[in-house]
């Protein structure tokens, strides 16, 4: 019964929780923010920090609804940071997203949590534990055992359902954006490796497309021009070096407005909640710096080298 009665507590504090979420975010956002991690209206961490807090001021010694703001303030403040940080991290290794970040707040730690959000959630407990939490005991809904637990078994189903569909689609979305990022990866680390060969490579390069016809005119006259820059002075082939490795440039600069593209016709596809979990898996990649591809970083930085020094020596000269 009591096991019923708290996880009734918790689907009803986790749904208040996700309208505060957001409300807050529409409001900072000027734009509908479907939060939560489910797909279901509720937040489970604020219906997991609610019982919690039910369950400390209703139990433990010393403590009650009564007790002085600053100590559930302290308290609050303290439990939303461990309750915070560990959730995040879980979700981060487990699902690769990041749902919230507090990196541009001062006194952040890795983003997970921050001293001014954990004051607002000790601000709110005060709030929570002086009014709210009594109130939902004035209910006595331990009078109607038979009705707390067919809820409970009720929203067990709903949330168990929930929970199994968010994995799902989130692990499609995970392969999916995978997928397409070492799709990517392979075009420009192979249009990296043609700059880095240089001149000679990208002649060699265009050579090689006129044979395959891909495409036919433009690499015919691209390989013809190559060719007849060779036969002039000096300069003529300084000069036409840099024209091949700024097209080059171009080329990859090409290959990454196409793949953005298709990123965006592929977001404006989804629904709001995928679109959602969708920018929480980018907020991940930009800030793990392994899922980027190093070599061809280092590769697109030595390319900049080559081409500068190209550049400087042809003015010297």
Same mark, same amino acid.
């Given at each position: 019964m009591i096991l019923a009665r708290y996880f009734d507590y918790f689907v009803v504090f986790s749904f208040i929780g996700w309208i !505060? /979420?957001?409300t807050y975010c529409t409001v900072t956002n000027k734009k509908w923010s479907n939060r939560g991690f489910l797909y279901g209206p509720i937040c489970p961490i604020y219906g997991t920090g609610a019982v919690l807090a039910m369950i400390i001021f209703t139990y433990v010694p010393s403590l009650s609804f009564e007790s002085p703001a600053w100590k559930i303030f302290l308290i609050c403040m303290v439990g939303s940071a461990f309750l915070e940080y560990p959730t995040s991290f879980f979700l981060e290794k487990k699902f690769h997203a990041v749902w919230w970040d507090y990196s541009n707040i001062p006194l952040n730690l890795n983003g997970r949590i921050s001293l001014p959000t954990a004051c607002g959630f000790g601000a709110a407990g005060i709030l929570v534990v002086k009014f709210l939490l009594p109130f939902v005991n004035s209910l006595h809904v331990e009078q109607y055992p038979i009705? %707390?637990?067919l809820l409970a078994l009720i929203f067990m189903g709903i949330?168990? &359902?929930?929970?199994?569909? %968010?994995?799902?689609?989130?692990?499609?979305?995970?392969?999916? #954006?995978?997928? #397409? /990022?070492?799709?990517?990866?392979q075009r420009l680390e192979a249009g990296v490796e043609i700059a880095q060969g240089g001149p000679v490579a990208i002649g060699s390069h265009i050579k090689n497309a006129a044979l395959n016809s891909e495409p036919v005119e433009a690499a015919r006259e691209f390989t013809n021009e190559l060719t007849s820059s060779i036969k002039? %002075? *000096?300069?003529?082939? +300084?000069? %036409?070096?840099?024209?091949? *490795? /700024?097209?080059?440039?171009? +080329? #990859?600069?090409? =290959? *990454?407005? &196409?793949? +953005?593209?298709y990123v965006k016709e !592929?977001?404006?596809? #989804?629904? =709001?909640?995928?679109? !959602?979990?969708f920018s929480s898996i980018r907020k991940f990649k930009r800030n793990d710096k392994s899922s980027v591809s190093e070599k061809i970083k280092d590769a697109i930085e030595q390319f900049q080298k080559k081409k500068d020094k190209s550049i400087n020596k042809d003015n010297a000269s």
């Open positions: !505060y /979420e957001c009705i %707390t637990e949330l168990g &359902a929930d929970l199994a569909l %968010t994995v799902a689609s989130l692990s499609a979305l995970i392969e999916r #954006m995978d997928a #397409m /990022e070492e799709a990517f990866n002039h %002075t *000096t300069v003529g082939i +300084s000069s %036409t070096i840099k024209e091949k *490795t /700024e097209g080059v440039s171009n +080329s #990859m600069k090409e =290959r *990454t407005d &196409a793949f +953005s593209l !592929y977001v404006s596809k #989804m629904d =709001r909640h995928d679109r !959602y979990h």
